[in-house]
């Protein structure tokens, strides 16, 4: 039913309008700029940035709320459904958003799994933990190097749970991701370089046990990494490097799950 409520587990308020318009300046949304608010709740997020002069798009799974940001947003495309599954636009578009904390994350992968998605920028609320986690340098983790293949991440600010209604058991943060613009790794190449990540992150042994020990040495050398390193002490810079020397050197096809499989092919 159009009108159903879901429920609001997980659902925090922002309470300060001039917090959510301070998060907009924050962001650098222009007039005419096209941004999403996913998870707008009652609209605060959604109110600053027509303000601002975007083009807003707000996005919200319950139906009454949803509802009503329609009665009250005249100039707002209202889309009653589940940021985690709807067409995202395909033209340039930025997330400015409170997200749901039991989503967070798979709305955060829905913006930037895909290099294909044209978003320029995320400015997404969520829990603390999570923002660490993706912000990170070290250790790095799988997701994060390779969303940061094609983004700039990072902890934009801490925001305490006393901003919210009602307030969370934890503190949150904005979690930032900026369009590089240069990639690390060419889009068209994100599923060699998603497998060679897996690779690496699929164990706790050194990488050198995984990939092409002779390769491994070198780059070690010439990147600052320790030769007997996990994959984990590499950052995206240093994994976007790997992957190129691999891939130029047509060494990623005797890679496989285990690890590299061929004796005869180049160190």
């Not at 912000?135 to 994060?144: E, I």
């Not at 969370?168 to 370089?193: G, I, K, M, N, W």
Request: proline share 7%; net charge positive.
């Amino acid at each position: 039913m159009a009108g159903a409520r879901v429920s609001t587990r997980g659902r925090h308020a922002l309470r300060s309008r001039a917090l959510a318009d301070d998060l907009i300046r924050c962001a650098r949304v222009e007039p005419g700029d096209l941004v999403l608010d996913l998870g707008a709740g009652r609209g605060i997020i959604t109110a600053a940035l027509l303000d601002a002069g975007a083009r807003v798009v707000a996005v919200e799974l319950d139906g009454a709320l949803a509802a009503a940001l329609r009665r009250r947003f005249e100039d707002v495309r209202v889309i009653h459904g589940d940021a985690t599954r709807i067409a995202l636009p395909r033209e340039p578009f930025a997330v400015v958003a409170n997200l749901p904390f039991a989503s967070g994350t798979a709305i955060l992968r829905r913006l930037l799994d895909d290099p294909a998605v044209p978003v320029r920028r995320v400015d997404a609320i969520v829990e603390w933990g999570l923002a660490e986690k993706r912000a990170r340098v070290w250790p790095s983790t799988q997701l994060s190097c390779y969303w940061g293949a094609w983004h700039e991440l990072s902890v934009a600010r801490r925001i305490p749970r006393t901003a919210f209604a009602p307030p969370p058991s934890v503190d949150t943060a904005v979690f930032r991701a900026v369009r590089r613009a240069q990639p690390l790794v060419p889009p068209a190449e994100a599923a060699a370089y998603l497998r060679l990540l897996r690779l690496g992150f699929g164990s706790d042994a050194p990488i050198r046990r995984r990939l092409p020990r002779g390769v491994v040495h070198r780059l070690a050398h010439e990147l600052g990494f320790a030769p007997d390193a996990a994959a984990r002490d590499l950052d995206v810079s240093q994994w976007a490097a790997v992957f190129t020397v691999l891939a130029q050197a047509n060494i990623l096809r005797h890679c496989r799950r285990g690890g590299y499989t061929s004796r005869t092919a180049p160190e």
